[in-house]
């Protein structure tokens, strides 16, 4: 038997409190980081590192960020991207201007920077909810964005407003390889991801869920709106800070304000929505679905050897990209998460039909 929750019997609410309270999903979550850590280092190329994993677990830790806001407060957002920029420009002007701090304190800053903006733009949401917090959090994405542009400072007076980082070094170690650079981007996300989901079985995380399903009730039995509306936003904006720092530093290098922009915020909407919404796996889901399937996509005609020019591949590409979002959405509303758990749950009652 492949997976069964029976005769698992936990005999204290520690035990049965766990994040991973089932066997076989901690030996599986064991296997994976055994293997993410240990072996894919030596058997991953320069492009599988770069193309593919780098920016595949940054954009899982900004679709955490966003899951946080979106999925488990319930409050939508459209100006993600723009806190992502916030983080990295602070990040960077720490770097600059106080060339003597250690990356991770850096890293850590730049969320605190973007979890301050954060509140600022969230105030709103204690007002307002629903299609208008929308319009106002993408009031903040064009905000954001024209002042990147426009303030010289924040660029250090570059006279084309684009940015150029050193490697990342810390402990008198600098991560120059791709190998070093997907671990230590790996640790990061790692390390976040267990404070996400710790803090989601919190009473914070709870307050957040309250106020997602009904606002009216929870605020009846005693919790307070205001404070969980603006942690949900806080919190949400300091994970995409530090998204964003990882992304301007790590993936990209050098980078302009257009590399935060609107449909940068729309793709992380889109991950949270197909890997389903208040699931902290189904963001590596949707991160893994937008941003590895139109890759697949790109290589496909070269396989099959079919010639075709390089506006036609992307064309095509971007209308089987939209069609599979559709199906998705159609097939199941809830998310590749909820897929995951239907998997698993025929997997326990396998062989028997019930």
Same mark, same amino acid.
């Given at each position: ?41 030596? !058997? ?8 593919? =994993? ?175 509306? =603006? ?37 992380? =909407? ?24 139109? =890759? ?28 599979? !979002? ?29």
């Amino acid at each position: 038997m492949l997976y069964r929750e029976n005769g698992q019997f936990k005999s204290t609410y520690r035990a049965d409190q766990q994040v991973l309270p089932i066997r076989q999903d901690r030996w599986f979550m064991a296997a994976v980081l055994v293997f993410a850590f240990a072996v894919v280092p030596f !058997i991953g190329t320069q492009y599988t590192f770069q193309a593919i =994993l780098i920016p595949f677990l940054i954009y899982s830790l900004a679709a955490i960020g966003v899951n946080l806001l979106v999925g488990y407060c319930g409050q939508i957002s459209l100006g993600s991207a723009a806190f992502m920029a916030v983080g990295a420009y602070a990040a960077y002007n720490f770097a600059v201007r106080v060339p003597q701090l250690n990356f991770l304190v850096i890293l850590v800053l730049a969320g605190l920077a973007a979890a301050a903006v954060g509140i600022l733009f969230g105030t709103p949401s204690l007002r307002i909810k629903g299609l208008y917090l929308a319009v106002a959090t993408l009031a903040a994405q064009f905000f954001l964005d024209w002042t990147f542009a426009r303030v010289k400072w924040f660029s250090n007076y570059s006279p084309s407003g684009a940015v150029s980082t050193t490697p990342v070094s810390m402990f008198g170690f600098t991560f120059e390889t791709p190998a070093e650079k997907y671990l230590f981007v790996l640790s990061v996300v790692v390390v976040m991801t267990l404070v996400a989901k710790n803090l989601v079985r919190s009473h914070v995380g709870r307050a957040w869920m309250a106020i997602r399903d009904m606002d009216v009730a929870a605020k009846v039995i005693g919790i307070r709106p205001v404070h969980a509306k =603006l942690t949900a936003f806080a919190v949400s904006s300091f994970f995409l800070g530090i998204a964003g720092a990882l992304w301007g530093f790590v993936h990209l290098g050098s980078w302009e304000p257009a590399a935060f922009n609107l449909s940068q915020s729309l793709r992380l =909407l889109f991950m949270v929505i197909i890997g389903g919404m208040g699931s902290i796996l189904g963001s590596f889901f949707g991160a893994a679905f937008i941003w590895l399937t139109p =890759l697949f996509l790109n290589q496909v005609p070269a396989a099959l050897g079919v010639q075709l020019s390089t506006a036609t591949i992307s064309h095509i590409e971007l209308m089987i990209f939209g069609s599979l !979002i559709v199906f998705f959405l159609i097939a199941e509303p809830h998310g590749l998460a909820r897929l995951w758990a239907i998997g698993k749950e025929k997997l326990r009652l396998w062989p028997f039909p019930h």
